[in-house]
Each structure stands twice: as structure tokens, then as C-alpha cells.
């Protein structure tokens, strides 16, 4: 670390600071900036030149003025202290303590933003979680190592399924060595306090890292919070063998503080004022999710978002969409009518359950199950539309069978308590039971096996 | 490779991923490598003393004032023996390889060879061949098993020609040692080996481009029978997130009768190549039985790599599908994002300060994805063989808005345009190829294949399959007006047959073993026997039959499952179960004849 500061600054613009006459100073290097009245602010260079550097100030740029700003470069990129004891401690954006105790001591530090994985070190995730959440396991299922969004939106609860996620998943074997790492930004002390509670009460506590920044803390920090999560998660899975589970939220505050500092630096906006890079920006924090090679631990990633005005093709669930292997998307519609989890499974999607589900994983007739429900439901959906239109009178007497299936459905397979933990033995009976109420020639997506075996009337 | 003739000089300024450096001699396109770690990079423009260049790894910690080093070529490929069955990274970095040697994460400066020099290959010299003859460039030398199934031919290099001097007998020949010489025009003496490099921006040469003739049969249904792509043609799959543009590359790259197949990830999933690592050498290629790895090859830049390479990854992909297209195969090469590809452009034309014209792209945009595109096609080779190039780019448009720059103008350039549509994918009815918005302009030259090959009545059986479509579109749209009851009898029939054309020959699972590939004959025969049992019943309510009575038949919930009863080799049980669904209405017909005759 150098010891030498700099007076140097020759402008103050949004979130950025340049400073001139400096010596050949790292790009990405990490800054303490001290204003006049001593406090430490924390920056990084994102640009430099044998003229001068440009650093973006984590806190801010407000009240400094340049006379009597002082800067120091800490020739390191951004880093986290890692060892065991992260566990059941709760850190801020730059990897500061925000429990009061004491910093981590350690020798191992890495820096936030890893190298990308070879995708020829990975392997396939393909083992089956249990959330005992039906519309989940059933249709949606989740395997470790997955990156698997909530699409949400404000009101809905998404925390409260987020919770209740990492209080019952596990694998049908074995759930030792199972950590949870929290990265919280942007989020109101009520959210915060909800989870911290969440985790108090399941127990798992001592086994969570929390990265938690607030609605009113410094949004850059922002950026870096996910990476210090990751990075942490990455050691807890492949330095530690275990099984994480990260819970983000919300990365729609994220996106709108890399939207920030992207105007700030004048990048050219894509859409919404959102940079170019956002797409690229996301891929390197939801790809750090996986399952390695001969590493016996995996990542996990349940991000939580709110799409702006429950709009599913705002740049933040669009760009996120199109990295993630699926999305868990909640409905303002279900939640109306009282329905907990409000999941709408029609956009929802897991793509990776191909391979974690069937024989020999959950049960044989998961596959078709899985379709054939979805198959129902999309043509109950447009007979409960034709009905909105002629009324249910004039439907036919197969057309009102779809409706009642839609409601069922809704009823007594999408809902479920908070405290209700199925087993996907039950989801899929549960399943049957609802398919039953057609006749066995009307289900064409499940085999004549699976009908003779599970189907109510042939039982 | 870095002799003491490379230009030197040094870093002035970093801003991301672009690099300000002063390199004097420099040329525009030159490979550099910079700072104290060698990160490689290409000089995109030069101004006085000063080149910006592109560096394709993070330029974290990297200082003003470190070295840089110009390598005197641009940005080049190595082509010869060993590409098939590997994982290159879009610098074409062998990543199994630094795997092995650097572990879990991609280290920067890294860069071992892409082709492996401690590997022996069989060669054995082409036999027409004999000193002192005339020889031109693309010329096969001599051949090389690659992998079971591809005979690799060693290529005189594209810019060499001249007399042949020696040439290497049959033999062991490790990729470095020389297997011939050709002296030039010039006098030069030209040693060859089993392998060339060749730069990725510019396209190989060839004799004379040709017209497709053929259709890549890609064993899914609705891309064979309703829009046909020619080996030799070009392509996009465009669609939202989650709608099917993988898993449609991903069948094509299995099931595609081509002799290559590049598979390109260009800034997506690390997953999906696991995926395709994984599977594909335990799947067999339908046409010679042998493990599909066995001739296919990946490009990777996932979306979590450095931008500027996921930009060069494409012509790393396009150079080798162009190599071995010179080699006389047909390759079909897949690009899974073209649109990551765009935005890559984006990101560096934006970090120029170039005038961005539509949501943030640069003007030369379109010209950019024209030329990439152009490289696809069909030609004669400099060996006067027949090679392909089949170019299949899946685009991902923000919010499935396939207005917006990227999908506009790829679908002015490409020849068959498979759309993927959201609704269709929230329903669960895969592929979701929409069958409106979807177009091929190679319809009439792929009928000639298949009424030479196939059966006479394809072209008939598939506009009627996609009237029938057309009226149920118009049909359900009074349905959703006025209710079902305003509909005739022969109109809800077309409902019924529209429908099971949709789930019986549409749909088709790329999960389940047996549907994920129909033969060209399965293809025909299930659209023909599900417009058969059509027509049967269309007669059968002329005749007053109730539609209901049709509906009701369990006929019909059999119809619907025979693309997973019956496998491409089970053509015999189809024809029977044909008879025997014909037979139903058959009976059904007597019976109400009889009725008919009957006085009242
Ligand atoms: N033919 C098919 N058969 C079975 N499932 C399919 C088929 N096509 C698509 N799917 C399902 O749809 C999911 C999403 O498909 P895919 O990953 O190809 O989407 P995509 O368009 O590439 O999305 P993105 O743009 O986000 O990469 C798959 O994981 C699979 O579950
Ligand atoms: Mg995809």
C-alpha cells in the first residue's frame, strides 16, 4: 500500500472523480479518498492514463471540493478477507462488518470480480432440490448449481417465498454442509429485519453470510456487493465443499446503480437509459453460479427481482431472462385472490429439469406430468378467456371440464401454506388427482403406463 | 514467437477493455500483446504515434507505461488435424487443455497452442499427385484420419501455389514436420505441414459459389417439411428468452445430415456447452452410427468472458466452418448469440465514442452482420470439389421485439427465417416455431428433393397442412367472438385437424428418445396419414356424420402419439396403424351410407 496521497483532483462530476499528475496507476485499482473533514471515502479507478485518472467514489462525490481532497491508491483491486468465521456475520457492500464485531483477520483475499470458469472445468448441474413448493418441484423444478430467478414486482412476496425456500429446500439424501449466503441491495430495514428473523428462526443463522446494503446507503456500493457475495460464496463451495444457496435481492436496484454510474461516466445508453454492458455486467455475477469438477460444493442462485410496472420486458427481467436457466414469475392476479405463492407457471420456466428429474431422480412420470399439466393449463386459460367473452353457459361440456381444472388448479396445487412443505411424491399425486378429472384419452402428453399406473379411474 | 524483430512500445492509457498504446510500425489489425502480463489484444485504429487496440482478457491492474509488443499478423487461426471434438475459446485457446494446466478459471496470458504438437498423425499422400507438378492452392495434399469419421484432407494453404517439389511418403508425421514443398511463382521455397494458419477476417477463397440444391434434413419436423433450409444457405432463429433458440441449435447440431458441425456459443450459458460436452459423445450420429463429438467442434465465449473475444469468436467459428468446407464437406456452423455478437460490437464501437445510430449500435451495424452472413454458402472448391457452409444464427431480440436493429436487418440478409414465438412456449408447445411469421424461400428447390426422394405429394400435403393452419387461425378467431355454436360442422372439423396436425406433427420433444429425430419418410408419412385421416372424416360429414361422433373416436388420442410410438426405422408399423385408423372411418362410412340408402 502506498503511503503517498495526492492533491491533485481536477474534477468532481455524479459519482466520479479525476485526478491528474499521478503516477502510472492500475486499472482497477482501489482508492481512499479523504475530504476535508478527514472521513474516508472508497473508490476505484475505471479509467487510466499516463495524464490522469478517473475513480468512481463509492460514496459519492457530494461535499468534496477539490482543493482539499486528498487521494491515495491502494495498488489492490477490490478484495475480501475470507476464512470459516464469515459465517454468521453480516458485512456491507465493501466487505465491512455491519454487526459491530470485529473485521475478518485473514491471509486469504481475493479480489471480488474472479476470472470467468472454463466451461470446460464445469460439470452439469443435475440434482434435484426440494423446495416442497408444487409449482416448483413439480413444474419448475430446481437443481444445485442452478441460477434460477424470482421475477416479482412491488407488493408481491417474493420475500416471503424467497424465505421459505431456504428454509425447506434440501436434497432428498443428504443436507449437511448446506450454507446460505444473503446479499441484500437496496432493501428497507423492514426487509432486512424480516430475513435476518427468517434465518434466526430456522436456525440456520450460523450458517448464513449476510451482505446487506440499505435504501439509504451508498448505491455504488451496490456494484461491488454481489461480487464481495459471490466471492464469498465461491470460497464457502469450493475452498469449504458446501452447498450454497445465494438469495439476491433486489437486483433491479442493482441495475438501477449501474444505470447511475453509466450515465455519470456518459456511456451510450441500449434501452431505458440502461448501458450497453448491462447484459454482460449480469452475466458475470448470475455465471458464477455451478457445479465444478471434482469439487464436491455448488453455487446456487436464487436472484429476486421486481420488474418495473410488472413489465416482463423491461431490460432488467429481459436481460436477466436471457442469461439464467429459468424464471420463477410471480402474478399480480394470483396474489388478488388471496393465492400464496402467487406463481404464474406460464411464463415460469426451469431449464435445467430436464436432466435433474424422472426415474431415477424424482419419479418416472414427472416429465409428463409436468407437461401435461402445463398443456391443461394453457387451454383452461383460453376457455376461462372464451368464457369472459360468451359466458360460461355456452361452453361445452368439455370446454367447462378446462375451467374447472383452472380453478383446481389454482386452488389446490398452486396454493399452498408458508409453512406447507410437500414432498414431490405429494406434488405428483397431487398432480394425478387433478388430472383424473379428465378422461384418460383427453391426456396425451402423459404415456398409457403412467395412465395405468397413476390415472384414478384405471386405479 | 517473440523474436526480437517485434515492434516494441508502450501503454498510455486503459480504459476497460480498450487500450490506448504507442506502438510504432504498428498496423491496423495487428495482434499486440500487452502489459506485464501479455494479455492479447488487436490494434482496431491508428492515429499518429498512437493505436487504440481491443484486448481480448480483462485488463484489471494493468498500468500506463507497461509494455506492449506487436506480433507482426493479425488475428489467425490454426487449421489442420485436431480441431474436431475440442472446446476453443474464442481466440481459439484449446480450453480443455488450459483446464488441465491452469485449473477452474480462465488465467489471463495464457496461450497454448490451439492444435496439439506432441499428437502423431497418419498421413497418407494423395495419389495423384507427383513431384514437379503444377499445384494451386486448396489442392489436397494427402489425408489424415481426423476421428472416426472424418477424413481430414491436408491443404496446400490458400496462398500458396506452384510446383510441387517433394511430397512426404505414407507415414507418422507429428503437425510441425514438413510433409511437402511447393516452389512459387517467385522462386520460393514453401515448406508445408499438416497444418496453416489463416487470418479470421478474411474470407478463404474459392472457385465459383453455386446454387443450394439440397436440403439439410435437421430430422424436425416442422424445419424439413414446412421451412426448409439448403445445405449452403443462411439462417436465424430469432425468439425471446426461454422460447426454444438453443434447444433448436442443439437439434440441429445433433441431428443435421452434415459432415461438420461448428457450434459457436457466443456469449451464453457455460451450461449449454457442458451440455453439449456431455451428451454429445454419448449420442450417435443417425447417418454413420458413430459418436456425434466425432465431428463436431465448439467455440465458447460465454456470456461471463471478456466482450471483444465473444466479438472475434464468430470468425474463429467462420474461418474453421470455411476450411473445412475447402476440404469438399458440408459443415453447418451455429452461432448462439449473433445478438451478444452485436452487442459486443456495440460495446466497443461506444467505448470509441463512435456515433451510435439505433439503440446504441454503430452505422456499420448491418454491414457487419451482411458480410458475416456471406460467408455462408455453397461453392466449388480450388480442388473443383463441392463444399457447404450452412449458416444458422440465433438472435436474441430485447423484450422478443424483433423490430428492434439486430433481427431487422439479419432478416433482410438470411434465406429462411424460423421465428420462435413466446405464446407458443408458454403453452408448452415446442418448438415454438410459429408457423405465421416463419418463412423459407428454398421451398420449391427442397421440393424437388423430396418429391425425387421422398413422395410426389409433399409440396400438396404441406400447403394443405398450412391452409388448414391458416383457417384455424381465422376460425378461432370467430370462436373467441361468438362462441363455438357459430361454427358448421366442417368448420369445427378443421378445428380438429388443424389441432392434430399442431400436436402430431408440430410439436415435437427434443427430450424424449424416440420423437427428438424423424427421418424425412417418418416426417411424410405422419403429416400424410394425419391429412388422410382428415379428408376421411371431412367426407364422412358431408355425409352428416356428427363432428362430435368424430371427435370422440379413440383413433385419434393414438394419432397424436404416434411420432413417439414409432421410430424412424418403424415405418412398417406406421403403415399398419395407417390401415387401421383408415379402417375406423371406413366403418363409420358404411354404416352411414347404408343408413343413407335406407328409406326413411
Ligand atoms: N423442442 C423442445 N422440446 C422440449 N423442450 C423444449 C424444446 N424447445 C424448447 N424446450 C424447452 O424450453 C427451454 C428453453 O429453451 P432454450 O434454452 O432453447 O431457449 P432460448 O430461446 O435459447 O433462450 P435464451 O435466449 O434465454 O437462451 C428448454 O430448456 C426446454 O425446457
Ligand atoms: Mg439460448
Known amino acids: 500500500m502506498s503511503a503517498k496521497e495526492y492533491r491533485t483532483a481536477s474534477s468532481a462530476r455524479g459519482g466520479l472523480l479525476t485526478v491528474a499528475n499521478v503516477p502510472n496507476i492500475a486499472f482497477g485499482d482501489r482508492v481512499h479518498i479523504r475530504d476535508q473533514q478527514g472521513n474516508t471515502r472508497n473508490g476505484q479507478v475505471i479509467r487510466s492514463s499516463d495524464e490522469e485518472v478517473l475513480i468512481q467514489v463509492f460514496e459519492g462525490t457530494s461535499e468534496l471540493d477539490l482543493e482539499s481532497t486528498w487521494v491515495r491508491f491502494l495498488d489492490e483491486p477490490v478484495e475480501i478477507a475470507l476464512s470459516p468465521e464469515i459465517l454468521g456475520r453480516i458485512f456491507n457492500g465493501l466487505g465491512e462488518p455491519r454487526d459491530y464485531r470485529p473485521p475478518i483477520v485473514s491471509s486469504l483475499r481475493r479480489s471480488i470480480s474472479a476470472a470467468a470458469f472454463n466451461p470446460a472445468a464445469r460439470t452439469y448441474p443435475k440434482e434435484f432440490i426440494q423446495t416442497g413448493i408444487s409449482t416448483i418441484d413439480g413444474l419448475n423444478s430446481l437443481v444445485r448449481g442452478q441460477k434460477l430467478p424470482i421475477f416479482s414486482a412491488s407488493g408481491l412476496p417474493h420475500n416471503r417465498l424467497a424465505a421459505q425456500i431456504v428454509r425447506q429446500a434440501k436434497l432428498p439424501d443428504d443436507d449437511s454442509r448446506f450454507s446460505v449466503v444473503f446479499a441484500a441491495m437496496g432493501v428497507s430495514y423492514a426487509d432486512a429485519r424480516f430475513f435476518q428473523e427468517e434465518f434466526a428462526s430456522s436456525g440456520v443463522l450460523g450458517n448464513v453470510v449476510m451482505f446487506v446494503n440499505m435504501a439509504d446507503d451508498p448505491p455504488v456500493e451496490r456494484l461491488t456487493l454481489p461480487r464481495m457475495a459471490l466471492t464469498a460464496a465461491e470460497y464457502l463451495a469450493f475452498d469449504l465443499d458446501r452447498h450454497v444457496l445465494v438469495v439476491m435481492t433486489d437486483m433491479t436496484h442493482y441495475a438501477e446503480a449501474l444505470r447511475e454510474v453509466a450515465t455519470a461516466k456518459g456511456d451510450v445508453p441500449a434501452r431505458k437509459g440502461y448501458p450497453g454492458y448491462l447484459y454482460s455486467d449480469l452475466a458475470e455475477i448470475y455465471e458464477r453460479s455451478g457445479r465444478i469438477k471434482d469439487r464436491h460444493g455448488s453455487i446456487t442462485l436464487v436472484p429476486v427481482l421486481s420488474m418495473p410496472s410488472d413489465d416482463i420486458t423491461h431490460p432488467i427481467p429481459d436481460l436477466t431472462g436471457y442469461i439464467t436457466e429459468g424464471q420463477i414469475v410471480l402474478s399480480r392476479e394470483l396474489h388478488n385472490q388471496g393465492i400464496y405463492p402467487p406463481v404464474h407457471i406460464s411464463p415460469s420456466l426451469s431449464r435445467l429439469m430436464k436432466d435433474g428429474i424422472g426415474k431415477d431422480f424424482t419419479r418416472e412420470d414427472h416429465p409428463h406430468v409436468s407437461n401435461q399439466l402445463y398443456a391443461l393449463y394453457a387451454r383452461a386459460l383460453e376457455t376461462r378467456n372464451l368464457a369472459s367473452i360468451i359466458g360460461a353457459d355456452e361452453l361445452s361440456t368439455r370446454d367447462r371440464r378446462y375451467l374447472e381444472f383452472a380453478d383446481a388448479f389454482e386452488s389446490r396445487f398452486v396454493r399452498q401454506s408458508e409453512d406447507e412443505d410437500r414432498s414431490i411424491e405429494e406434488t405428483l399425486n397431487l398432480a394425478w388427482d387433478l388430472l383424473s378429472t379428465f378422461p384418460p384419452q383427453a391426456l396425451t402428453r402423459v404415456n398409457e403406463t403412467e395412465i395405468a399406473k397413476y390415472h384414478r379411474q384405471s386405479v | ?600
Open chain 2, 1 to 600: 514467437m517473440n523474436t526480437t524483430s517485434n515492434k516494441k512500445g508502450k501503454i498510455k492509457d486503459i480504459n476497460g477493455p480498450i487500450v490506448t498504446i504507442e506502438l510504432p510500425g504498428v498496423q491496423n489489425g495487428e495482434q499486440v500483446r500487452i502489459g506485464s502480463l501479455g494479455l492479447y489484444g488487436e490494434v482496431i485504429s491508428l492515429e499518429g504515434n498512437e493505436a487504440l487496440a481491443q484486448i481480448y482478457e480483462s485488463t484489471e491492474m494493468v498500468r500506463p507505461g507497461e509494455p506492449v509488443e506487436g506480433l507482426g499478423h493479425p488475428l489467425s487461426v490454426e487449421l489442420g488435424p485436431g480441431l474436431i471434438g475440442g472446446i476453443f475459446d474464442g481466440v481459439q485457446r484449446p480450453l480443455e487443455a488450459m483446464f488441465l494446466k491452469a485449473g477452474d478459471q480462465i488465467p489471463r496470458g495464457l496461450s497454448p497452442l490451439p492444435l496439439d504438437r506432441d499428437k502423431v498423425w497418419h498421413f497418407v499422400p494423395s495419389e495423384n499427385l507427383e513431384p514437379n507438378m503444377p499445384i494451386i492452392n486448396g489442392a489436397v495434399l494427402g489425408r489424415v484420419q481426423e476421428t472416426e469419421t472424418v477424413e481430414h484432407r491436408i491443404l496446400v494453404p490458400p496462398n500458396i501455389s506452384g510446383q510441387l517439389i517433394e511430397l512426404a511418403p505414407e507415414g507418422d508425421y507429428h503437425l510441425e514436420e514438413s510433409i511437402g514443398q511447393v516452389r512459387d511463382q517467385q522462386g520460393e521455397i514453401h515448406h508445408l505441414k499438416l497444418y496453416h494458419r489463416w487470418p479470421v477476417r478474411r474470407p478463404r477463397p474459392y472457385q465459383s459459389r453455386d446454387n443450394g440444391v439440397e436440403p439439410l434434413i435437421t430430422g424436425q419436423r416442422i424445419l424439413d417439411t414446412f421451412f426448409p433450409l439448403l445445405k449452403g444457405s443462411k439462417c436465424a432463429v430469432p425468439g425471446p428468452f426461454g422460447a426454444g433458440k438453443t434447444v433448436v441449435q442443439h437439434q440441429v447440431a445433433r441431428w443435421a445430415n452434415a459432415d461438420i458441425v461448428i457450434y459457436v456459443g457466443c456469449g451464453e450459458r457455460g451450461n449449454e456447452l457442458v451440455d453439449v460436452l456431455d451428451s454429445f459423445p454419448k449420442l450417435k450420429d443417425p447417418y454413420t452410427g458413430r459418436p456425434l463429438m466425432d465431428r463436431t467442434l465448439l467455440i465458447a465465449n460465454t456470456s461471463n468472458m471478456p466482450v471483444v473475444a465473444r466479438e472475434a469468436s464468430i470468425y474463429v467459428g467462420i474461418t474453421i466452418a470455411e476450411y473445412y468446407r475447402d476440404q469438399g464437406y458440408d459443415v453447418v456452423m451455429l452461432a448462439d448469440s449473433t445478438s451478444r455478437w452485436a452487442e459486443a460490437l456495440r460495446e466497443v464501437s461506444g467505448r470509441l465514442g463512435q456515433m451510435p445510430v439505433e439503440e446504441g449500435y454503430p452505422a456499420y451495424l448491418a454491414s457487419r452482420l451482411a458480410a458475416f452472413y456471406e460467408r455462408a454458402g455453397r461453392v466449388d472448391t480450388m480442388d473443383s470439389g463441392k463444399g457447404s457452409v450452412t449458416l444458422i444464427g440465433a438472435v436474441s431480440p430485447p423484450g422478443g421485439d424483433f423490430s428492434e436493429p439486430v433481427t431487422s436487418h439479419t432478416k433482410e440478409i438470411i434465406q429462411t427465417f424460423w421465428a420462435l414465438s413466446k405464446e407458443l412456449a408458454d403453452a408448452r408447445h415446442y418448438p415454438a416455431i410459429d408457423w405465421v411469421d416463419s418463412f423459407s424461400a428454398d421451398v420449391s428447390t427442397a421440393a424437388e428433393w423430396w418429391h425425387e426422394n421422398i413422395d410426389r405429394e409433399w409440396e400438396k400435403r404441406r400447403s394443405q397442412a398450412l391452409g388448414m393452419l391458416a383457417r384455424d387461425a381465422e376460425l378461432s378467431r370467430i370462436v373467441n367472438l361468438v362462441g363455438p355454436e357459430a361454427l358448421s360442422s366442417a368448420q369445427r372439423w378443421v378445428l380438429e385437424g388443424a389441432a392434430l396436425i399442431k400436436e402430431g406433427v408440430l410439436q415435437q420433444s427434443a427430450l424424449d428418445p424416440v420423437d427428438t429425430f424423424s427421418s424425412p419418410e417418418k416426417q411424410f408419412m405422419l403429416l400424410d396419414l394425419i391429412l388422410s385421416v382428415y379428408d376421411a372424416g371431412a367426407d364422412l360429414i358431408e355425409l352428416g356424420v356428427p363432428v362430435q361422433e368424430l371427435s370422440e373416436m379413440s383413433v385419434l388420442a393414438r394419432l397424436r402419439r404416434c411420432k413417439e410410438l414409432y421410430d424412424s426405422n418403424q415405418t412398417d408399423q406406421l403403415k399398419a396403424f395407417r390401415e387401421e385408423a383408415l379402417n375406423d372411418f371406413k366403418e363409420i362410412h358404411s354404416e352411414y351410407a347404408q343408413r343413407g340408402e335406407q328409406p326413411a
